[in-house]
């Protein structure tokens, strides 16, 4: 019987070709998103199920869980993938603005986890498999909002890991920096004039770094990785900026390591 994954967001990006990898690899595929008719390119896949969801709607949640089990036999990984970035001075930002980036990337996570743990603790097995980012470990200027979002999720699904192992549900974060999708294009852009000699530079800098990053498809090789990992490790640093900057954030001094991200992501502003 083949293995079967639950994708949220998986209308653009690393959702979308998380799901193509993983059918290619002989997999079911449960593509879901908010706007279906957004995954109609996917339909041309045999054993893809495209899927209504959104992740602040625990109905839209329960029934497509429901209708994965029923129509694949069962689900055996859930890849929580759905996300929103907003960037920029957090003065600016509306409560608004900051409620939807919670809602998405720390509350959608926590309503999908929620609704299929019952299911994993019956079968007394499962994976939940969420993209976080290298973001949640380290910060950048103009991600406050972002990277409160991120911790959150690291030091959840950190704790959550303890208290779901003696039910053998694996806890998996998938933590890439800079891919090449359509994330930095939906990125939504918020300032003011009062930061106007610091953020439009620091924002390009940042733009910048996705100019030579990989593709979305090193981070769908780790999801499949980390799915077929039998072990319990938490974390997978993926992309060629992830791994050595979590490792330096983890040896060097603090004033060291703000000092390289100040070096980078400052450049070419006036002091």
Same mark, same amino acid.
């Given at each position: ?117 019952? @299911? ?22 103009? @991600? ?17 890991? @303890? ?109």
């Amino acid at each position: 019987m083949l293995k079967t994954i639950f994708i949220t967001g998986a209308s653009t990006g690393i959702g979308k070709l998380t799901a193509i990898y993983f059918v290619e690899k002989g997999w079911n595929v449960a593509a879901t998103m908010r706007s279906p008719e957004k995954g109609k390119d996917l339909e041309k896949f045999k054993n893809i199920k495209i899927l209504k969801l959104d992740v602040m709607d625990d109905e839209s949640i329960k029934l497509a869980i429901a209708e994965t089990i029923q129509f694949f036999g069962g689900i055996d990984v859930v890849f929580n993938n759905a996300g929103y970035a907003l960037v920029g001075a957090f003065e600016a930002m509306s409560k608004e603005h900051i409620k939807k980036q919670f809602d998405t990337n720390v509350f959608g996570v926590m309503n999908v986890t929620r609704a299929i743990l019952p @299911y994993f603790r019956e079968k007394k097995n499962g994976v939940i498999i969420t993209t976080s980012s290298m973001g949640g470990l380290i910060t950048f200027p103009l @991600y406050s909002s972002y990277h409160g979002t991120k911790w959150a999720i690291e030091g959840f699904m950190e704790s959550l890991h @303890y208290e779901l192992r003696p039910f053998n549900i694996k806890i998996k974060n998938i933590e890439p920096g800079a891919i090449k999708t359509d994330f930095e294009n939906a990125i939504e852009f918020v300032t003011n004039d009062v930061y106007k000699n610091y953020v439009p530079k620091a924002h390009q800098n940042m733009l910048d770094s996705y100019k030579s990053a990989p593709t979305a498809e090193v981070v769908a090789k780790k999801v499949f990785q980390a799915a077929n990992d039998n072990s319990f490790r938490l974390r997978y640093p993926v992309g060629g900026q992830s791994p050595i900057l979590l490792f330096l954030r983890r040896v060097l001094p603090n004033t060291w390591f703000f000092a390289i991200v100040r070096t980078v992501v400052e450049k070419g502003i006036k002091k």
